[in-house]
């Protein structure tokens, strides 16, 4: 069942492609909760590819790799490892993606990655790449055969100087090798056309797959996103605490942004699961249901 295969091929053919991303747990709990829900998506979701985060803290490298092995050999998923360049030289680096092509994977999600916990900026390892782009062209330079993600932030990277800037950085990891771009999740369809439309008129022309959440909280959404349509703030706060309302908002909002996304010819999804299964299995099967899937 073990498959391999470039996410840039699934994403040039005409059915649209979709995705969901876990993170790598850190404790047994957590353990059993991702194997839970892999086996769910598995059997009710069955996405064309999976991806697996990098996380900030020590261990993720080790966690990460053996999670994804776990969701490409026993779950038959394609997997998509994410990699950052928190606290890693170039070395360290190849050592990391060498491992990565020798198990198999020929999908690598790159990223800078966030500042570690109780730091405020980002400071790259003094024989490090310091941005995504440079992690590309790094892969680039020394191996053959990755497709790879970047990603994109349709309502701008919260350290970007400028809406322009954020635009010409993503540009430079499109030109570097970047195959496709995922984004940051987002709640407004419109503020993500706008961004799609400025990558085209910016010259880059790679697939970009939107990256959605289903709400489980309006405190959460309202965290997560900087753009809150109207209608949707409307309907969190006609819900209150009804924990009940407030799945059925943030089921139907995920549902309506992917018909409308897929209506205007964007061929990917990629859904941000949180490990958890019941909310993506319920907006796929009403997807399915209606034929939009
Ligand atoms: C789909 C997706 C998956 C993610 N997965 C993970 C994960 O697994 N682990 C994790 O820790 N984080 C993850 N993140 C979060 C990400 O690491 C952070 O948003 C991080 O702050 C930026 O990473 P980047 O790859 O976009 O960085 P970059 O593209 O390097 O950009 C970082 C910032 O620097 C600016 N910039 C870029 N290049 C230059 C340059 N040459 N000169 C000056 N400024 C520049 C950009 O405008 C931006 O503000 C993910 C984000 C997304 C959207």
Known sequence: ???NR??????????????????????????????KTAEEIRTYVDPDFVSITYGA?????????RYARILKERYGFEVMPHLTCVGSSYDEMREIIREYQEAGFCNIMALRGDPPKGETSFKP???GPPYASDL?????????GFSLGVAGY????????????????LKLKVDQGGSFITTQLFYDNETFFKFAENCRAAG????????????RSAKQARRFAKVIPPQLDALLDEAGEDAEKVHEVGIDWTYRQICELIEKGFNGIHLYIMNRSHMPIEVIE????????
């Open 204 to 215: 880059i022309d790679v697939p970009i797959i939107p990256g959605l959440m289903p709400i």
């Open 125 to 127: 390892h003094p024989d």
């Open 1 to 3: 069942m073990h498959k």
């Open 154 to 169: 349709p309502e701008i990277h919260p350290e970007a100087k400028s809406a322009e800037s954020d635009l010409k950085y």
């Open 57 to 65: 803290g020590g261990g993720t490298r080790e966690r990460t790799f």
């Open 136 to 144: 590309v062209n790094f892969i680039r330079q020394e191996f053959s």
């Open 286 to 293: 009403r997807l399915r249901a209606s034929n939009v899937l």
């Open 6 to 35: 470039p996410i840039s091929d699934l994403l040039a053919r005409q059915r649209p492609v979709l995705s969901v991303e876990f993170f790598p747990p850190k404790d047994d709990a957590g353990g059993e909760l991702i194997l």
